[in-house]
């Protein structure tokens, strides 16, 4: 009997230290898996695959900014402002359509959406139609799921207690990546010819142009997905930004035969989106200023914040605005700025 009783003290020593550290997750909860932040606290995102689902399910909001890793740095207070509303960045490494529109399913299952930004990627509208979410390994699948039965890996994480609360505690002190600047991940990096060059080696060797039939098939797929979303939700405004990618891009993809795809895609995707009256589109890609000067990158696609802040400034109908008018002078206007770059601009750079 005297044996029992340091059995049973461990026992419950043991029950109030599992109790105490799922109550310290429960409440700074890093991933925002059961709680947005409680009061005037600010939440702080820089964990894009762990965080979004969290923000998705427990946020309140009414827009919502969609795209890849060269969406982060948008700053969503300025789009608040601007368009009085209060949006949520939803974000996914390689920003598929099949991927986003999962996220934007989520979304509406807890929000109605009164505006869509959408940072459409050019390699988006040929990506797989088929969604990673549902059965991938980003986000975990028990941050996908509303119970908390499977949430022992998140709750009794070392990671989690040690590293991500630590760390989202310092920088809410800092206000890093709080507010408009969730995700943003500029700071620290270079931006410059010489950091952008790096990633970029022109080879000798000019490619024939590739056969794109698959490409075909996985752009009608996506181009379904979209018009299905759009069509669907008359009552929600929408926004695409084509954002602009480096004249190394555009090079890269002359060198690999891969320019006539790219035509292609745009050709069919711009008259389609610009053919419903809840759609604006604005594409940034022909901005010769922007595309030719890669002091604004990183490497070949990732540009700095003024960019970015470029591209919300001419939402509302600046100069990138597409319309069913001008549609084909926009493409033609990228097709000349192609060929400037492939004979002429990438020249400054590779004498």
Not at 69 to 74: G, K
Not at 95 to 120: I, P
Not at 156 to 182: Q, R, W
Request: hydrophobic content about 40%; some cysteine.
């Amino acid at each position: 009997m005297k044996q029992k009783h340091p059995l049973r003290k461990l026992i419950l020593f043991t029950a109030l230290e599992l109790l105490l550290v799922f109550g310290i997750v429960w409440i700074f909860d890093p991933f925002y898996q059961y709680h947005a932040p409680a009061g005037n606290g600010r939440a702080v995102l820089y964990d894009r695959d762990n965080q979004v689902v969290g923000t998705i399910r427990n946020f309140t909001y009414d827009s919502v900014l969609l795209g890849s890793s060269v969406a982060e740095n948008f700053d969503t207070d300025y789009l608040d402002s601007k368009y009085d509303c209060h949006s949520i960045k939803i974000i996914k490494a390689s920003g598929s359509v099949a991927d986003l529109s999962c996220y934007l399913d989520m979304a509406r299952e807890k929000q109605e959406l009164v505006n869509v930004f959408w940072c459409l990627d050019l390699f988006a509208l040929d990506s797989s139609p088929i969604p990673t979410i549902p059965d991938g390994t980003s986000p975990p699948g028990y941050l996908r799921t509303e119970t908390i039965l499977d949430d022992i890996p998140y709750i009794y994480n070392k990671e989690i207690i040690f590293e991500k609360i630590p760390m989202m505690l310092a920088f809410a002190h800092l206000d890093k990546n709080t507010g408009g600047n969730a995700y943003n991940w500029s700071e620290g990096k270079e931006f410059s010819a010489s950091k952008a060059m790096q990633a970029y080696e022109k080879p000798e060797q000019v490619l024939e142009p590739i056969d794109f039939t698959n490409s075909k098939d996985d752009l009608a797929d996506n181009l379904a997905l979209l018009s299905r979303e759009i069509s669907s939700h008359p009552e929600t405004d929408y926004y695409f930004l084509i954002p602009p990618y480096s004249l190394l891009w555009w090079d890269c993809a002359y060198v690999n035969g891969e320019l006539d795809k790219n035509f292609y895609l745009l050709e069919q995707t711009l008259p389609v989106l610009v053919s419903f009256d809840n759609v604006e589109v604005y594409y940034f890609q022909s901005v010769e200023d922007i595309v030719c000067d890669l002091d604004y990158y990183m490497d070949m696609i990732h540009y700095s914040p003024d960019v970015n802040q470029y591209m919300l400034e001419q939402l509302g109908g600046g100069a990138g605005l597409v319309t069913p008018e001008n549609c084909q002078e926009k493409i033609d206007e990228m097709k000349s700025l192609a060929d400037t770059i492939i004979t002429d601009r990438i020249y400054e750079y590779y004498p």
